[in-house]
């Protein structure tokens, strides 16, 4: 019953049964609004899905990305379809897909001359737990990314945040170590190239709206709703 309702889900996304109240619901929606915790950059962050990074090599993605193997797939989730992609080391983007063929456009773009290929392999399928399974249950995660030493250290500290729980771009600026860059920090956030598993959507602003989200303000409400109902079944 409590998942129920909390569970945000809108129609625009092809999800169903919006919670009452909610279908006005606005982009700067405070966290006080959906019952959640502001984290101080001091606090002890434990993530209880296992995920590791592994950065990409110059070597890797250099000439378009020629040397890789990349398998995508599209999959359903409460928040919408995705675009998923792996390499043989791990997930290397995923990102919420309302068009499918720009989504795929973009990635490839991003790596142009990399070898695709549409197929779901075992790596994407334990990624796709995240939206099904209790993370307590879940297999580690590795994602195989491309980025600057200042984004990996931006999103790796995006990885510390807990379920339910939101922080502010200062309070990831003084988490890696330097406080003016908020900035920068939202900068980074706002680069994300994996969707859900790197939680860029438990970032707020310190005014304490919910702030922008790539995929879309209300989408980000809801996977924040989402969490929090995930969590108090826990």
């Known amino acids: 019953k409590r998942f129920l309702q909390y569970r945000l889900v809108v129609k625009e996304y092809g999800i169903s049964n919006l919670c009452p109240g ?12 959906m019952d959640l915790e502001v984290i101080p950059p001091d606090s002890d962050l434990r993530h209880t899905l296992s995920i590791t990074i592994e950065c990409m090599g110059p070597e890797e993605y250099k ?6 193997c990349i398998r995508y797939s599209f999959a359903a989730t409460p928040f919408g ?8 080391k791990g997930i ?36 796709l737990l995240v939206f099904t399974q209790s993370q307590n249950e879940q297999s580690e995660v590795k994602l195989h990314i491309k980025g600057t030493a200042f ?17 502010t771009y200062g309070n990831i600026a003084a ?4 406080p003016h860059a908020c900035r920068a920090v939202g900068s980074a956030v706002g680069r994300n190239p994996v969707a859900f598993l790197i939680p860029c ?15 879309g303000e209300i989408r980000k409400a809801a996977i924040i709703r989402w969490e929090v109902a995930r969590k108090a079944q826990c």
């Open 22 to 33: 909610e279908r006005n619901m606005k982009r700067d929606a405070s966290p006080s609004d």
């Open 201 to 215: 959507h438990r970032v707020i602003l310190a005014t304490g709206d919910i702030g922008s989200y790539h995929w």
């Open 151 to 167: 984004q990996m250290k931006v999103w790796k500290a995006l990885l510390t945040i807990p379920v339910g729980r939101v922080t």
């Open 175 to 178: 988490i890696i170590g330097n």
């Open 92 to 127: 290397c983007n995923m990102a919420f897909a309302d068009k499918r063929l720009e989504n795929l456009d973009a990635l490839r773009r991003e790596f142009p001359k990399a070898n695709f290929r549409q197929m779901c392999d075992a790596i994407q399928q334990n990624a």
């Open 63 to 68: 000439n378009g990305g020629m040397d890789l």
């Open 81 to 88: 379809d995705i675009l998923i992609a792996s390499t043989s």
